[in-house]
């Protein structure tokens, strides 16, 4: 059964860095693409950032220069270092990864940058 856990949200002030995690379970994902969305309060859920898994990355246009995504083989987990946030950063954060053709999906964690 897969798994994916977030860590890391928080309350952070605009300018300020923040660091989330998600570890993932129940499958081999060194060979899967894997990825940050987020989904701010009543809008859609939007891509951040993927990794391959010959780690070539790919950032939304609005996070780009600020957000690096990275990835552990080894230990199954996914990072998003979150640099000058800003308050429009400010939504819950989902890890993803698919698997077969199927989407797996994180609870998420709540990242939230005041100004």
């Known amino acids: 059964q897969v798994q994916l856990v977030e860590s890391g949200g928080g309350l952070v002030q605009a300018g300020g860095s923040l660091r989330v995690s998600c570890a993932a379970s129940g499958s081999t994902f060194r060979n899967n693409l894997m990825g940050w969305y987020r989904q701010a309060p009543g809008k859609q859920r939007e891509l951040v950032a993927t990794?391959?898994?010959?780690?070539?990355?790919n950032y939304a246009d609005s996070v780009k220069g600020r957000f690096t995504i990275s990835r552990d083989n080894f230990k199954n987990t996914v990072t998003l270092q979150m640099n000058s946030l800003k308050p429009e950063d400010t939504a819950v954060y989902l890890c993803?990864?698919?698997?077969?053709?199927?989407?797996?999906w994180g609870k998420g964690t709540l990242v939230t940058v005041s100004s």
């Open positions: 993803n990864t698919r698997i077969d053709g199927m989407n797996y």
């Open positions: 990794i391959t898994s010959v780690y070539t990355t």
